[in-house]
């Protein structure tokens, strides 16, 4: 069981690598992340959502699926870690999903067990790379009542 993340896009950019790297020698089982970086489709708008959808999807499984959406639920990193360590005390893999440009379609947010707003805001993908790292790390963190996490 670990956290894997499923990234529609090309390989990190160098400043995201960097953070990322970071975050991930300080990770430990099960927080530990990997990165699955799946191409984007060559197709636009409603074409392109339906098929990246369905790459998604063919790579689940029985993981709790965790889909980044803005129209989420905006949650406090308390929750974000009680959220992870659920499934994972479990013995379930969690799978967090960073959809393409044109999002994911119903399909994939009918398969998610839990759709995670970052902020209202639209941010780049590259930099929501980036926030998931530390916030995993946070949420890792968190559970183990250290002192990172200053709330």
């Not at 074409?47 to 959406?69: F, H, N």
């Not at 998610?112 to 949420?139: C, G, K, M, N, T």
């Amino acid at each position: 069981m670990a956290i894997r993340v499923l990234a529609m896009g090309r390989k990190h950019e160098g400043w995201v690598s960097d953070g990322i790297e970071r975050y991930a020698k300080r990770l430990k089982k099960p927080f530990d992340l990997s990165w699955q970086l799946i191409n984007h489709s060559a197709r636009e708008h409603d074409a392109a959502r339906r098929e990246e959808s369905e790459r998604l999807l063919a790579r689940l499984g029985t993981d709790y699926v965790i889909l980044l959406d803005e129209r989420g639920r905006a949650i406090d990193s308390p929750t974000l870690s009680r959220t992870l360590l659920g499934p994972l005390e479990a013995s379930r893999s969690v799978t967090v999903i960073i959809g393409g440009a044109y999002g994911v379609d119903d399909q994939v947010h009918q398969r998610a067990d839990f759709v995670w707003s970052l902020s209202p805001l639209v941010f780049p993908h590259q930099l929501v790379r980036l926030i998931l790292a530390e916030q995993v790390y946070r949420a890792q963190e968190i559970a183990g009542g250290r002192a990172y996490h200053h709330a």
